[in-house]
């Protein structure tokens, strides 16, 4: 068997680099794969969207609202429940600026150190900026801040539902005013906490006391934690807005955020909408405003190791936005803030239930809501702050595998064969998958047979046409082992581009050491990012960079077998490139299990 591999191998490789064009060039050609196009109908009066109207009955069509008057909103009519107070300009953070402590006494560097482990963002300088900070001036694009909302049909309204977990009470407290202060108060109907089961005292009894006399804030208490998916349901069930809109707990709300999210859904019913997101720096609080100048840029997007990522918006799904008021369609979403009609939240199967704790529910959701008919979309005029944590501060009370098995849940309800490929990138998840030890199923199937969802290739076909489909069934993958060294090749853990390629122990678990021997004849490493080995002129290392052939009308790089007429060697911790020689057992390679 091994001696099979072992010729098998060495010939592959030493063709690879000897006969075909296939390592890659220096430059990274930028080519727009596919034009398929879904049409993103804005009219009320698309047939579709009628059908759905009145399959969810969002209680906002024309007929069912007699006195609903002409015209816009006015600012008066879309005045919020409460009015931010008056703020020191001076203050700390205020108007969403940085807070840098200075002249710190011990006691206070120690009060900052236990924040910033407790929270995993600066606790200590979030405690000293106002709950009501003001973001200053309204600096979206122009097209945004003069955006007007038609009265009829009426903006639905909407509830926001916000789970938390020991969070601290001026993150929370901020969120919280934070929509008071910007949201209209005829479209907020309430504001739902649920808290998953924390346990500081901060956030019991005081909150209880603190949010009652703002009369429209509850709170709903899971007793056991459960993890967001099931904190959420609870907050939906109980959610009496048409809407609901599900944020975290540490977020702040800009100017006129909601209107555009409610404006959308009204255009689209069947559309799941995320604001676009800020950056609040976890040291300094600093809010990054949005630059008039600037357009919105990125989208969504899954990698074959079902980790959710951003990438920059392709050029056809750019010129299909006449302005910056259009929505960004986006094949897949963070899933932390959205809103969604509550019927059609329901309508769509809300979430896996038995997913747990946290991780991969966006992704379960984003192929759920496109394959039965929904869209996914960014509203770039809508524009909310979170705090992005330097790490999770969240115990996991099952261990980290809670995300895999949230995973191989997703891939086997929705993946059809292209589970396969995440499979031979994920050993843990393919053994969770072999065994069937990631629950019962049958009730998502069902669900899917239902609402009569597409298949996951029409899902690539047609929402990520650019992505990158590594092969269904490749000839030869898994991890890369020389026969000399007994060691495999690895893509490290740094950021990977354009670094020599190491060699590290075998642990067969695929991740960094995943590699598959194409058609083209390509070593790639096709997980997160699609990287390729790159043959380098002795005694360079052999370097890891971005693969040229891209799909579609990409082609590999140019030949190379003037230059490397060699064989893939391990020599002491390098792989290089060496005249071959059948005898050295470092130019032998096998792929392991
Ligand atoms: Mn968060």
Redo the contacts with the bound molecule.
């Keep these: 068997m091994i001696s099979y591999n072992f010729f098998f191998l060495s010939f592959f490789l030493l063709f690879f680099f000897f006969f075909k064009k296939h390592s890659s060039t220096l430059e990274v050609m930028e080519k727009s794969v596919s034009l398929q196009v879904i049409t993103t109908p804005r009219s009320l009066a698309d047939p579709l969207s009628l059908q759905i109207r009145d399959l969810f009955s969002p209680g906002s069509s024309v007929s069912t609202q007699p006195d609903c008057l002409s015209g816009f909103y006015s600012p008066d009519e879309l005045k919020p429940h409460f009015m931010r107070p008056m703020e020191d300009p001076d203050g700390p953070g205020a108007n969403g600026r940085a807070f840098i402590p200075e002249n710190m006494s011990p006691a206070e560097m120690r009060e900052k150190q236990e924040g910033l482990v407790r929270n995993g963002f600066d606790q200590f300088v979030s405690d000293r900026i106002s709950v009501h900070r003001s973001l200053g001036n309204d600096t979206r694009h122009p097209e945004c801040v003069e955006q007007k909302f038609r009265h009829c049909p009426r903006l639905p309204d909407t509830s926001v539902i916000i789970v938390f977990h020991n969070e601290a009470w001026s993150t929370l407290l901020r969120t919280i005013y934070s929509i008071l202060h910007t949201s209209p108060a005829i479209l907020l109907r309430e504001i739902i906490l649920v808290d998953d089961a924390s346990t500081q005292d901060h956030l019991k009894a005081p909150l209880d006391l603190h949010v009652q006399p703002l009369k429209i804030v509850r709170v709903l208490r899971q007793k056991e934690r459960k993890g967001l998916v099931a904190a959420r349901l609870l907050g939906a069930q109980e959610a009496k807005g048409n809407v609901l809109t599900f944020l975290?707990?540490?977020?702040e709300c800009f100017h006129g955020w909601l209107e555009p999210l409610l404006a959308q859904l009204r255009e689209q019913p069947m559309a799941v909408v995320s604001p676009e997101i800020a950056v609040i720096d976890s040291n300094t609080l600093k809010f990054t405003k949005p630059l008039p100048s600037a357009g919105a840029r990125s989208r969504g997007n899954f990698d074959w190791g079902l980790s959710f990522g951003w990438e920059n918006i392709p050029e056809p799904e750019r010129l299909k936005r006449k302005d910056e008021t259009y929505p960004v369609r986006t094949p897949a979403f963070a899933g932390?803030l959205f809103s969604i009609y509550k019927d059609f939240f329901n309508h769509i199967g809300t979430y896996d239930g038995q997913m747990e704790i946290w991780g991969g529910e966006n992704i379960e959701m984003s192929f759920r809501v496109w394959m039965c008919g929904g869209q996914l979309e960014i509203v770039p005029c809508s524009v909310v702050g979170?705090?992005?944590?330097t790490r999770t501060p969240y115990s996991f009370p099952k261990g980290l595998e809670v995300i895999v098995h949230n995973q191989v849940r997703a891939a086997e309800v929705w993946m059809d064969d292209y589970k396969n490929v995440f499979y031979r990138r994920n050993k843990k998840a393919a053994f969770i998958a072999q065994s069937k030890s990631y629950g019962d199923i049958s009730e998502r199937l069902e669900l899917k047979e239902k609402l009569q969802c597409k298949n996951f290739s029409w899902y690539l076909e047609n929402v990520y046409p650019e992505v990158f489909v590594p092969e269904l069934a490749p000839a030869l993958f898994g991890s890369l082992m020389n026969m000399g060294s007994h060691t495999c090749l690895d893509i490290g853990e740094r950021k990977p581009v354009r670094r020599a390629v190491i060699l590290y122990k075998c642990h067969y678990m695929g991740g960094n050491q995943h590699f598959e021997y194409t058609v083209l004849q390509e070593l790639r490493h096709n997980t997160a990012m699609q990287l390729c080995l790159h043959a380098t002129i002795e005694p360079e290392p052999v370097r890891i960079e971005l693969c040229n052939y891209k799909g579609g009308s990409t082609v590999p790089a140019p030949q190379q077998h003037e230059v490397f007429k060699k064989c893939l060697t391990v020599e002491g911790v390098k792989a290089i490139m060496k005249t071959c020689n059948p005898a050295d057992k470092y130019q032998h390679w096998t792929f392991g299990p």
Excluded at 248 to 251: A, P, R, V
Excluded at 386 to 389: A, L, P, Q, T, V
């Design positions: 975290d707990s540490h977020c932390g979170h705090i992005f944590r």
